[in-house]
C-alpha cells in the first residue's frame, strides 16, 4: 500500500509537469480559458471551415477541445477533483482551450518525412475536438511503457484520454470511446474503420482495421502482408470507395472495455507508437511559404468539405460509473418545481342568470404532499430526432411506464428529456472467423455497438389523493421501484410496449435496453392549493327544488290569511265605530 501510494504521487507529479511543448508552428493552437468541461461530454464543439489562402486550400477546425464522453480524472491522488489509481475521481480536469487548428485542404506527399516522435504536443486532432499526443511522455522523449505500472497509461480514463497540467484532454492510445461511437454511427461497407481525425498534415487518421476489416500492424508485430503500416503508422494506398486521399494514418492497438479504470485493454508494446511518430506530409505553414514540396495526396476527383465531427455525448451500456448511471446529470439537485391547477378566477354577472351554472371543480386536498423522482432508460432501434417526432410513441412510453408501477396513471408520468446514445452490446461470435484473433487484439470482438436514445421520466404523485401523508412516501416510491424493476427486467415492459406502439399506430421502431434502468431518489414536497376567488353559484338539485317549491307555497297561504285577518280587522273597526254614533243621548229640552 505504501509503495503504490508514493508510486501514484510521483505519476501525479510526472504527468502534471509535462507535456510542456507548445503547438507546431502553422497548426494553429489552443489557449486555455480556464472553464471546466462537463465530465459526462457535454461541453464539446467542433467545426470545420474551407477556405483558400495564397492559392491554397486550408481546412480550419474550431473546438473548446473538451472530449464528448466520460472524462472524471482517475489516477492522480493529491490533486484536486482525482482520485487513486483505478478509483473514479469527483471531476474532470479538463478545461476549455479554444482550439483553432489550420491544417492544408489538399494534403500533400511531401518529398521526405518530418519526424515528431519525441514532440510533447499535439501531432493531430480528433473528430471530437480533442488533441491526439504521439507515444512519448515527456522532454526527454521517455516512451510511453505499458508494462510499467507507473507510467502515464494508469491515469488514462476509460475512455483512453487524460489531461495535462492546462487542462488540454487528449490522447496516446487509440480513443477507445470515439472509435466506438465512430464504427456505431458511421460504420463501413467493408468493416473498415471509420475516420476519426486528421493529422495536422492534413491527411485523415483511422482505427485500427484497414480494408476489409484486417488489422493494421507494424513490422515490430511480423507484418509481411498488404496490411502493413510504414514508420509513421500510415500506408500509402488509394481506396476510392473510402475517401479521396492517397495516404492516411491508423492508430493501432487494443481499444479499451469501455469501463475499466484505468483504461483496459491497453495497447501491447509492439503497437508503439499508438498514434503518428512522424508527418508524411507537410504542415500548412510550410506549405503555403513554399518550403515544403512534394506530390498531391488527393486523387483527382477529391475535393475538399467539411467534416461534421462527434459531439454528441457518448455514454456505454456497460458503464457503471457516474455518467453511464446517469445520476451524474438526472439526481434532482432541490425541490422540484411543480404548478398546481388553480381555479380559474371567474367575475359574476351583474343580471342574475336564469339557467343555472354547473359547479366549478373544487380541490378537496387544501394541502397537497408531491412525491417526486426521476428515472432513465435506454431504447435501441432509434434516435431522439424520431422519437421526438412520434407523439404515439412517447404517449406508449408514458402509458407502459405508469401501468408498470401501481397507483400511478399516465397523468402522474412525463418525458423530461430525450438524447441519442451510442451503446456497446454483446454479440454472438462466429466461429469460423477467420479474422477473430486479430480482432480479438482489438477486444472488439465481442460487442457490437449500436445507437439508441435514453429517456428520462418525471414521475409526481399527491400522496394525500392515495390516503397517504408525508412520511409514507419512502415506503410508496419503494413499492413503485420494484414495480418498474420487475416488469422491466422480466420483460413484462418490453412486451407491453410493443403493444402499444402497435396499438398507438407509432411509427418508430424501439425496444428497451433492461439493464439500463436508474430511479433516482424521490423528494416530497408541500403543495398549497389556494382557495377559490370568488363564491361559486352551484346548480340546485331536485331535492333543494322540492324544498324551495314547498317553502314558497306556504309563504304564499300565510300572505293570504295575513290579509283576511287585516279585512276583518278593519270591518270590525268600521261597524263599532258606527254603532256608537247612533245609539248617543239626547239632552231634555232639546229639540
Known amino acids: 500500500k505504501p509503495m503504490m501510494l508514493i508510486r501514484a504521487l510521483i505519476l501525479a507529479f510526472v504527468v502534471n509537469s509535462v507535456h510542456s511543448q507548445p503547438p507546431r508552428p502553422g497548426g494553429g493552437g489552443s489557449t486555455s480559458t480556464?472553464?471546466?468541461?462537463?465530465?459526462?461530454?457535454?461541453?464539446?464543439?467542433?467545426?470545420?471551415?474551407?477556405?483558400?489562402?495564397?492559392?491554397y486550400t486550408k481546412r480550419t477546425i474550431t473546438s473548446t477541445g473538451c472530449p464528448n464522453h466520460y472524462s472524471y480524472c482517475t489516477g492522480k491522488p493529491g490533486v484536486t477533483g482525482c482520485a487513486d489509481i483505478g478509483v473514479e475521481g469527483t471531476a474532470s480536469e479538463a478545461t476549455d482551450q479554444e482550439k483553432s487548428i489550420e491544417i492544408p485542404g489538399n494534403p500533400v506527399i511531401a518529398s521526405s518525412v518530418t519526424d515528431v516522435e519525441c514532440d510533447v504536443s499535439a501531432l493531430a486532432i480528433a473528430l471530437n475536438g480533442v488533441s491526439i499526443f504521439g507515444g512519448v511522455v515527456d522532454n526527454a522523449c521517455s516512451f510511453l511503457d505499458v508494462n510499467d505500472d507507473t507510467s502515464e497509461w494508469t491515469a488514462f480514463d476509460m475512455c483512453s484520454g487524460h489531461s495535462e497540467q492546462t487542462g488540454n484532454y487528449h490522447y496516446h492510445f487509440p480513443p477507445s470511446c470515439l472509435i466506438a461511437q465512430a464504427t456505431a454511427t458511421n460504420p463501413t461497407a467493408d468493416g473498415h474503420s471509420p475516420q476519426i481525425g486528421w493529422s495536422l498534415d492534413g491527411f485523415p487518421i483511422y482505427g485500427g482495421l484497414g480494408p476489409g476489416g484486417n488489422v493494421m500492424t507494424h513490422t515490430a508485430q511480423g507484418c509481411t502482408g498488404d496490411y502493413c503500416l510504414d514508420g509513421?503508422?500510415?500506408?500509402?494506398?488509394?481506396i476510392p470507395d473510402l475517401d479521396g486521399f492517397k495516404y492516411r494514418y491508423y492508430l493501432t492497438g487494443a481499444t479499451s472495455d469501455l469501463t475499466s479504470l484505468p483504461s483496459d485493454p491497453k495497447p501491447n508494446a509492439t503497437d508503439y507508437p499508438f498514434t503518428l511518430k512522424c508527418y508524411v506530409g507537410c504542415l500548412f505553414s510550410t506549405l503555403s511559404a513554399g518550403t515544403c514540396t512534394g506530390t498531391t495526396g488527393v486523387n483527382s476527383t477529391y475535393t475538399a468539405a467539411a467534416v461534421s465531427g462527434y459531439t454528441?455525448?457518448?455514454?456505454?451500456?456497460?458503464?457503471?460509473?457516474?455518467?453511464?448511471?446517469?445520476?451524474?446529470?438526472?439526481?434532482?439537485?432541490?425541490?422540484?418545481?411543480?404548478?398546481?391547477?388553480?381555479?380559474?378566477?371567474?367575475?359574476?354577472?351583474?343580471?342574475?342568470?336564469?339557467?343555472?351554472?354547473?359547479?366549478?371543480?373544487?380541490?378537496?386536498?387544501?394541502?397537497?404532499?408531491?412525491?417526486?423522482f426521476e428515472s432513465s432508460l435506454d431504447f435501441p432501434g432509434t434516435t431522439a430526432s424520431d422519437f421526438n417526432a412520434d407523439t404515439a410513441a412517447q404517449q406508449a412510453v408514458i402509458d407502459t411506464f405508469a401501468d408498470s408501477m401501481s397507483n400511478t396513471t399516465s397523468d402522474d408520468v412525463s418525458i423530461k428529456n430525450v438524447t441519442t446514445t451510442t451503446r456497446r452490446r454483446l454479440r454472438a461470435v462466429d466461429l469460423h472467423d477467420h479474422l477473430l484473433e486479430k480482432k480479438q487484439q482489438l477486444g472488439n470482438n465481442k460487442h457490437a455497438l449500436v445507437a439508441?436514445?435514453?429517456?428520462?421520466?418525471?414521475?409526481?404523485?399527491?400522496?394525500?389523493?392515495?390516503?397517504?401523508?408525508?412520511?409514507?412516501?419512502?415506503a410508496l416510491f419503494n413499492t413503485l421501484n420494484s414495480d418498474i424493476s420487475a416488469a422491466v427486467t422480466g420483460g413484462d415492459f418490453g412486451t407491453a410496449l410493443a403493444a402499444k406502439l402497435t396499438s398507438l399506430s407509432a411509427t418508430t421502431s424501439m425496444s428497451v435496453d433492461t439493464s439500463s434502468l436508474v430511479l433516482s431518489n424521490f423528494t416530497t414536497v408541500l403543495v398549497d392549493s389556494p382557495a377559490p376567488s370568488y363564491a361559486p353559484t352551484y346548480a340546485p338539485s331536485a331535492a333543494a327544488e322540492s324544498s324551495s317549491s314547498s317553502s314558497d307555497s306556504s309563504m304564499t297561504v300565510i300572505v293570504i290569511v295575513a290579509v283576511v285577518v287585516l279585512l276583518m280587522v278593519m270591518v270590525g273597526i268600521f261597524l263599532l265605530n258606527k254603532n256608537q254614533s247612533t245609539s248617543k243621548v239626547v239632552p231634555a229640552g232639546a229639540e
Open 452 to 474: 439508441g436514445i435514453q429517456i428520462i421520466l418525471e414521475v409526481k404523485i399527491i400522496l394525500e389523493k392515495l390516503g397517504l401523508t408525508e412520511s409514507d412516501g419512502a
Open 34 to 55: 480556464g472553464t471546466a468541461c462537463n465530465a459526462c461530454g457535454r461541453s464539446a464543439t467542433y467545426s470545420e471551415a474551407i477556405t483558400t489562402v495564397s492559392g
Open 232 to 238: 509513421c503508422s500510415g500506408k500509402e494506398q488509394e
Open 312 to 372: 454528441t455525448a457518448f455514454t456505454d451500456i456497460s458503464d457503471t460509473r457516474l455518467c453511464g448511471t446517469g445520476l451524474a446529470e438526472t439526481t434532482p439537485t432541490g425541490a422540484p418545481t411543480y404548478a398546481p391547477t388553480y381555479l380559474p378566477t371567474i367575475a359574476p354577472s351583474e343580471e342574475p342568470t336564469t339557467e343555472p351554472t354547473a359547479a366549478p371543480t373544487v380541490d378537496e386536498y387544501p394541502i397537497e404532499t408531491e412525491l417526486s
